[in-house]
């Protein structure tokens, strides 16, 4: 999902010529709407109930796909791609694609929307209190991220379908796998979603937020080894595993590698997640395992901060020794995640998004994302795609909250701009 972000208010804008469709339908109905709205929140409560954490989600594309039936989609609409056979974690299913024919000649429009959530939100039973949605388990998360997306899209799915309302060339995309690191939007198989022109991704926020961007992140495992002793008989014996990761995540916090990390004028985060290791007190630690991670939206500096926590692990490592001169060593083994993007402000989905945020009276926020987002990786498959919020707030902690007028708002503007119904002429 998306994490902190950099926003600002955008400019009104027209729709560049030639890229939004001028052709437009007569509009939603208003069973049309009631879809996008009341029965919004009974779904939407539905999908937070189903467990489904990354590699998971079975229950939940099941789900889904008994409501688009059941709404009339043809079977030969519905697909799932094979992406779980090639994620590192190994999936229940793929990801969830309905494709429609349009009613009218224009660019086909995607709408998607992760279907996984963190672990923190398995066994969820959702409340509605004062306007919001919570967990009734304090010890839960909600997981509005991201079932209040996969909702809100799932709803301009079954109000086109079961009012015949007409609607672009379509594509509903639920991808697997993005808390985890985008896996289900990386290795989407690209040829099912039918080259859509226009795309358009719910997430975290409010449905003002337009995100345009988001940082590039690296993920390292760092392993150490060192020297097994008894540490009450002869500890000087041993080369500490746990004293080397000391050294090396103080030097980082010391020298402003840890956390939020500014130098001059980039900036980035970088983190220690993880640290496993050692199994007796009475054992000086041999191994240890780390894991770790770097971003930047600047290629160059994420590139800065990896060699930062390198150069810091390696130098750790000379410094401890034991009585006999043995040292520990580290190995890396690091990948990049996601890379870094920044739609241009005049792209076309940006500006259709805007429009049709301003036809309900909304004011655009423009962001850029310090997280990561399905975007990224659709992006890099030649596919722009701007990045909505649904009212979630607080994700991944047992204080998430859903807002219930701002997810009603969510779900109109997905309804609005499956059916193409946002004013893309400018002004109010």
Same mark, same amino acid.
């Given at each position: ?203 975290? #926020?409010?449905?003002? =937020?337009?995100?345009? *961007?988001?940082?590039? !992140? ?5 392993? %150490?080894? +060192?020297? /097994? ?26 020298? #402003?590698?840890?956390? =939020?990390?500014?130098? *001059?004028?980039?900036? !980035? ?5 993880? %640290?496993? +290791?050692? /199994? ?47 040292? +520990? ?100």
């Amino acid at each position: 999902m998306a994490e902190k972000s950099q926003v600002r208010r955008s400019r009104k804008r027209r729709a560049p010529a030639g890229k939004a469709s001028k052709q437009k339908p007569t509009g939603a109905s208003a069973a049309g709407q009631q879809v996008a709205t009341d029965e919004g929140l009974r779904l939407v409560m539905q999908m937070m109930s189903l467990p489904g954490l990354s590699g998971h989600e079975g229950l939940v594309a099941q789900f889904i796909m008994d409501q688009l039936r059941h709404a009339g989609a043809p079977e030969t609409a519905i697909q799932l791609d094979t992406a779980h056979q090639r994620t590192p974690i190994a999936g229940e299913v793929g990801n969830l694609i309905l494709k429609l024919p349009g009613t009218f000649k224009a660019p086909r429009r995607l709408l998607m929307a992760h279907m996984d959530t963190v672990p923190i939100c398995l066994g969820c039973k959702p409340l509605i209190e004062k306007g919001f949605v919570r967990s009734a388990d304090a010890k839960t998360g909600l997981g509005a991220d991201d079932r209040a997306g996969a909702t809100a899209i799932l709803c301009a799915a079954l109000a086109i379908l079961r009012y015949n309302l007409p609607h672009p060339p379509l594509t509903f995309f639920w991808p697997i796998q993005e808390e985890v690191g985008l896996y289900g939007a990386r290795h989407a198989d690209v040829k099912l979603l039918g080259q859509p022109k226009l795309a358009f991704n719910w997430d975290g #926020g409010t449905p003002e =937020k337009v995100t345009l *961007g988001a940082t590039g !992140g690296y993920r390292m495992q760092i392993q %150490i080894e +060192g020297l /097994a002793s008894h540490a009450g008989s002869a500890p000087e014996l041993g080369v500490s595993a746990i004293a080397i990761a000391a050294l090396a995540i103080s030097r980082l916090h010391q020298e #402003g590698w840890h956390g =939020k990390i500014v130098k *001059g004028k980039q900036s !980035g985060t970088s983190n220690v997640g993880v %640290i496993q +290791g050692g /199994a007796a007190t009475n054992v000086v630690t041999e191994q240890v395992q780390l894991k770790a991670e770097a971003r930047s939206h600047n290629p160059k500096f994420r590139q800065q901060i990896v060699r930062a926590i390198e150069s810091a692990f390696t130098d750790a490592a000379k410094q401890v020794r034991s009585a006999q001169g043995a040292r +520990g060593k580290v190995t890396f083994e690091g990948h990049l995640d996601y890379e870094s993007f920044q739609l241009d402000d005049g792209e076309a989905c940006v500006a259709v998004a805007e429009a049709a945020l301003r036809d309900m009276g909304l004011n655009p926020v423009r962001a850029i994302s310090n997280g990561g987002l399905d975007a990224n990786w659709m992006h890099v498959h030649g596919i722009p795609t701007v990045t909505l919020g649904c009212g979630q707030m607080n994700a991944h902690t047992t204080s998430e909250r859903l807002d219930i007028a701002a997810f009603h708002q969510a779900c109109e503007i997905a309804l609005r701009l499956a059916t193409a119904t946002e004013n893309t002429e400018g002004g109010e």
